[in-house]
């Protein structure tokens, strides 16, 4: 189940996720935290099951109606089946946006979101020789997503 956990930003279970999900540069968990707790705009759920936090989502609401993914992450131990798909799923249920959008630098995380049916698009190479992806779905009113 998604659930918010945003007043939880700072807790053991969080902060282990979060860094799953940001890029290993020094400051980079703490700053990531800081966004969440300042910003309401950006909103944090994870996904819960018996009382444990297996996953957690980080996105922001924008004005036309689309959802930005900041963050995705699920442990380790638990990737493989099913959690991140279940809380992208779960957000295009609840929150019914008309594109979801994310960008990776990673090819692996890329192909993901290919599978689940978005359009990746090359960004080019930046500065460090890393090709970085757009990930866009748009959401069809007609669609049925589960």
Partial sequence: MLIDI???IGSPEVNELLAYA???????LQHTS???SDQAALK???????????????FEET????LEIRHIAVLPENRGKGYARGMILELLSARQPRYLL???????????YRILG??????????????????VYEVDESEDME
């Fill in 6 to 8: 945003k007043h939880l």
């Fill in 22 to 28: 940001v890029i290993d540069e020094p400051d980079a």
């Fill in 34 to 36: 800081s966004e969440y």
């Fill in 44 to 58: 944090l759920f994870g996904w819960e099951e018996e009382k444990l936090l297996l996953g957690l989502v980080g």
């Fill in 63 to 66: 004005e036309d109606g689309s």
């Fill in 102 to 112: 994310a960008e990776t630098e990673d090819e692996v995380a890329a192909n993901f």
């Fill in 118 to 135: 978005f359009m990746v698009y090359s960004l080019g190479v930046n500065g460090a020789g890393i090709e970085l992806f757009r990930c």
